[in-house]
């Protein structure tokens, strides 16, 4: 089956952690998206990716980081410099980066211990 | 914001009637899509628009864009229970930033 998958589907951040969300995709997308969403909200663009070993920062990239190794997967990791880091963290991958139907993964939500 | 509205914020029917969410943007656009989220999951795309498009069908659903408006609305038919989810409108502008901006999406509940 092909798909978008994310792990976990909740994790826990102490005060001065840092954490990876994982994001993985066998459909051969070139491109990638993470997406923070708080409630009631709609989607907030974090980083995304077009290619391998390139990304972008997003609307609100400041206190995440994210690499792109591989073309399935593009990890997010969400640093201790995010002070407001509880959200719903959404990845999406697309066939190229022109506004193309995304598709996305079931979502990791992040909360603060 | 560059994030558009979309209105009702939310909306509450009756198995059968049809629900009508509408979204508004900010900018000229390539093409507007509609996603639906179940509470807790991830979005699931429903259909695309194109800007040269006016009406778009899949299945009981039919969606308009009226770009002089900078308008899109989403119309559900004869709605299911099975429906009930947010709906988000998202497009991609035009010029060289060709990001997906959302919409803040509409909440609809069908009840049985």
């Known amino acids: 089956d092909g798909g978008i998958t994310q792990s976990p589907k909740y994790l826990f951040r102490k005060e001065g952690q840092n954490v990876t969300l994982s994001c993985e995709q066998n459909?051969?997308?070139?491109?990638m998206y993470w997406y923070r969403q708080d409630p009631g909200q709609g989607l907030r663009l974090i980083y995304y990716?077009?290619?391998?070993?390139?990304?972008q920062k997003g609307d609100i990239a400041e206190g995440y980081s994210v690499s792109r190794e591989k073309k399935e997967s593009f990890p997010l990791t969400v640093t201790s410099a995010q002070k407001n880091p509880t959200a719903f963290y959404l990845c999406?991958?697309?066939?190229?980066?022109?506004?193309?139907?995304?598709?996305f993964g079931p979502g990791t939500r992040l909360l603060v211990l | 914001s560059q994030q558009g509205e979309e209105d009702p914020q939310a909306l509450s029917i009756q198995e059968g009637e049809n629900a009508t969410m509408n979204c508004s943007y900010k900018?000229?656009?390539?093409?507007l899509q509609w996603y639906r989220q179940n509470s807790g999951r991830g979005l699931v795309h429903l259909i695309l628009?194109?800007?040269n498009e006016r009406e778009k069908h899949s299945g009981r659903l039919r969606v308009t864009l009226d770009t002089s408006k900078k308008s899109s609305s989403l119309l559900i038919t004869a709605s299911r229970a099975a429906d009930t989810a947010s709906y988000f409108c998202?497009?991609?502008?035009?010029?060289?930033?060709?990001?997906?901006?959302w919409g803040l999406g509409t909440s609809l509940a069908v009840n049985p």
């Open positions: 990716s077009q290619i391998v070993n390139d990304f």
């Open positions: 459909l051969n997308h070139d491109a």
């Open positions: 999406a991958s697309s066939i190229a980066q022109r506004g193309e139907t995304q598709y």
């Open positions: 628009i194109r800007s």
């Open positions: 900018t000229s656009i390539n093409n």
């Open positions: 998202a497009w991609e502008g035009r010029g060289n930033n060709r990001k997906l901006i």
